[in-house]
């Protein structure tokens, strides 16, 4: 509610300021008619005076101070008046108990005004006219006019405005301030909620503002961006989802073409044992091997189809559609079995796989079939760049690496190296190898999906792949992987 407290505060304040300006002014108007009462007191006294000094030098002073005392005093209501002698000692009850300044204003012509005060309340005003006639004793006449009515008008009048200000502040400041809560203090807390709340990814929750105002136009507003967001969140989902069945299909059907290169050298391979199988078999049944010899041919048949067996369901394992499914994962393992799965192929072209790995298990939080189908499209990759035979390195192991584009700090990763010794790439298309479709090789080598689905699996796990190449020399590629220590499930995206 801070913003009900600012409204409140800053419309409080501009009352305080005009009432207290307003009892300014009236407090001042109300000084300014007692000024004029003293000017009117003032234009009076001195007609008495002249009227007095008159009498005095006609008829005496004793004529001149019954004028005085008593018939100005009862014809002027409010006004007392006293004779008084300017020499007079201090025993003389018309002596003037002044200071001696004052006397002394009083002896050169001027009039004095003194104010008296009871219990720190002034209650009355005494003006001191010298009154004079020549060769006479100088005389003072004083005036004394009660004045506390009228300050006790003022006090009261002051108080009065105290007081209904206070009221008047109150309770505009309790108005102003309910009305802030209940119009902008609650709406505006309301909105803010559900904004956080849309931050974190709620976007169910509708807004509900009945306000017919401009704050409900913004909850409105606010409320539209939600359903938008909504919307777009649903649709991004249908097609992530569409994306994800798309890539695993893409992934399968490169993994099936590589099954299709594969199965030519494992038809290959099957047929010597075959062969011993049918030999053997013949001997068994033509009573050639009889004894021990038929169980020794026996043991030779099961061998055998023991190793064509071991040969398909490698096949089969790499062939069928899964799942992704993170978990523990051994480099190494992988490695071997890649070793084992290709070895046939490779033979038939000239090529010889060398494992070189580490004597650590080499731990990774991964899918097992997702990196091997990586690892694989790298060597059958490596075959195809050597139309002439030669030796294919694999190397695992750890290393010190800084992830590209990343501001991610330098750390070991878990590194898998496939090396060659073939053609080379030329520098012209590094910067394409991981695009979809694109491939140099001849028709009927490959489908420009290898390096590219091998790619995005890596990526799914948080690495990425290096290359190193140099035409005529050979390629290197290194698939870096955070070690299980480091490693987090990342989001699964599109390649």
Request: charged share 20%.
């Amino acid at each position: 509610m801070k913003l009900a407290r600012k409204i409140t505060v800053a419309i409080a304040a501009a009352i305080l300021v005009i009432m207290t300006t307003h009892a300014y002014v009236l407090l001042n108007r109300q000084v300014v008619l007692f000024d004029a009462d003293l000017a009117r007191s003032l234009r009076l006294k001195q007609a008495l005076q002249a009227s007095i000094a008159k009498v005095w030098e006609a008829y005496g002073d004793a004529a001149a101070q019954e004028l005085v005392e008593r018939t100005i005093t009862e014809a002027v209501d409010g006004v007392r008046v006293r004779w008084a002698w300017l020499d007079a000692p201090p025993d003389d009850p018309r002596h003037l108990d002044l200071a001696p300044a004052q006397l002394a204003q009083l002896r050169n012509g001027e009039r004095v005004i003194v104010l008296r005060q009871e219990n720190g309340r002034t209650t009355e005003r005494l003006s001191y006219v010298p009154e004079s006639i020549p060769g006479a004793r100088p005389a003072v006449l004083e005036f004394i006019e009660s004045i506390g009515e009228q300050h006790a008008f003022v006090e009261a009048s002051r108080w009065q405005i105290l007081v209904a200000t206070l009221c008047i502040l109150l309770a505009c400041a309790a108005a102003v301030y309910w009305c802030g809560v209940r119009y902008v203090g609650r709406p505006v807390q309301s909105l803010r909620d559900r904004v956080r709340a849309i931050a974190t990814g709620d976007l169910e929750t509708p807004i509900v503002l009945s306000q017919r105002d401009e704050i409900g136009d913004l909850a409105a507003e606010i409320d539209g961006m939600r359903r938008g967001l909504l919307e777009t969140r649903r649709a991004l989902t249908v097609e992530t989802e569409a994306r994800m069945t798309a890539l695993e299909a893409l992934r399968h059907t490169d993994r099936l073409t590589t099954i299709g290169q594969l199965a030519a050298g494992v038809a290959h391979e099957l047929g010597t044992p075959l062969s011993v199988i049918s030999g053997r078999a013949e001997m068994i049944a033509s009573g050639e091997a009889a004894g021990e010899r038929a169980g020794q041919s026996a043991n030779v048949i099961v061998e055998q189809a023991h190793h064509m067996t071991e040969m398909i369901r490698q096949l089969l394992d790499f062939s069928r559609q899964r799942g992704p499914r993170f978990g523990l994962t051994s480099i190494h393992a992988i490695c071997g079995r890649i070793v084992d799965t290709l070895t046939v192929v490779a033979r038939r072209r000239g090529i010889t796989i060398v494992a070189q790995l580490d004597s650590a298990p080499l731990l990774v939080s991964a899918d097992e079939h997702q990196i091997q189908q990586a690892l694989v499209n790298l060597v059958v990759n490596a075959m195809q760049a050597m139309p002439n035979g030669g030796r294919i390195e694999i190397a695992s192991g750890e290393r010190r690496a800084h992830p590209p584009g990343e501001d991610a700090r330098e750390r070991m990763y878990a590194c898998v190296t496939v090396t060659d010794h073939g053609t080379g790439i030329p520098p012209e298309h590094l910067a394409h190898l991981f695009e979809a479709f694109f491939t140099t090789k001849e028709p009927g080598e490959g489908t420009g999906l290898g390096l590219s689905v091998a790619h995005g699996i890596v990526r799914d796990h948080g690495g990425w792949i290096a290359v190193e190449s140099q035409p005529g020399r050979g390629s290197s590629f290194s698939i870096f992987l955070p070690p299980a220590a480091h490693a987090q499930r990342p989001p699964h995206r599109a390649a």
